[in-house]
């Protein structure tokens, strides 16, 4: 069974502090991981898809890193804007269909 | 806009009752999924069709059931409510079945059970 557990549950910065999320995954042969950004009452919001190992993205302040056992949602000098739940999916290779297995999401706080 | 919408926002209900959200993929999309969210137990999948074909399925209750129809829109039931089926509801899609494309989520349906 794929899971995925993120760390920190929740994280506060201040505007123009940068750290990082973690999220750890297990899965039966990675298909992708996906990242989404969920402000609060709304639908999660697509940012990133990792293939493999070594894969980078970035967009804007955001970027994100793949190994075989995690990845890291690095945020550079972040603004209140960013301040949102960030979470982690998995899709596996023996998973049926299609389905996204997620990880319980880090609730990241900017102050200004 | 993520282009999934997603029908009613806001649903509040009796225990015992029925009612059905109503999900519309992105233009062009095949694969519709829908999935819970609680406070408890995060995001979890239940189901997945393509084409309207029952593709994969989570762990959805026997009371809930979908289907999707030659319009490609798609319709979670979900019957004999319970205080714990209180959750927002998320459709998604995709555009193809089985590779790794992205799900675009809808903006959800917030379901009340008193």
């Known amino acids: 069974e794929d899971q995925v557990t993120q760390s920190p549950e929740a994280l506060r910065l201040q505007e123009g502090e940068s750290s990082s999320l973690n999220c750890s995954y297990t899965?039966?042969?990675?298909?992708?991981l996906f990242w989404y950004r969920q402000d609060p009452g709304k639908g999660p919001e697509f940012l990133f898809t990792?293939?493999?190992a070594g894969e980078e993205k970035e967009k804007e302040r955001l970027k994100a890193t793949l190994t075989k056992k995690e990845s890291f949602l690095h945020i550079t000098a972040p603004k209140p804007e960013d301040s949102a739940t960030y979470l982690c999916?998995?899709?596996?290779?023996?998973?049926?269909?299609?389905?996204?297995?997620f990880g319980e999401g880090t609730q990241l706080t900017v102050n200004p | 806009d993520s282009g999934v919408t997603q029908t009613p926002k806001h649903l509040i209900t009796a225990t015992g009752q029925r009612v059905t959200l109503r999900c519309s993929p992105r233009?062009?999309?095949?694969?519709v999924y829908w999935y819970q969210q609680s406070l408890d137990q995060g995001l979890q999948f239940l189901i997945q069709?393509?084409?309207?074909?029952?593709?994969a399925k989570g762990n959805i209750l026997e009371r809930f059931s979908a289907q999707q129809f030659p319009d490609l829109h798609s319709e979670l039931n979900l019957s004999s409510l319970e205080l714990g089926d209180s959750a927002l509801y998320f459709c998604?899609?995709?555009?193809?079945?089985?590779?790794?494309?992205?799900?675009?989520f809808g903006p959800g349906t917030r379901l009340t059970v008193l």
């Open positions: 998604a899609s995709s555009v193809r079945r089985s590779s790794t494309d992205t799900q675009y």
């Open positions: 899965v039966s042969g990675l298909r992708g």
């Open positions: 990792l293939y493999s």
């Open positions: 999916a998995v899709q596996g290779l023996v998973t049926s269909g299609s389905r996204l297995t």
């Open positions: 233009s062009g999309d095949l694969s």
């Open positions: 069709y393509y084409n309207g074909e029952e593709r």
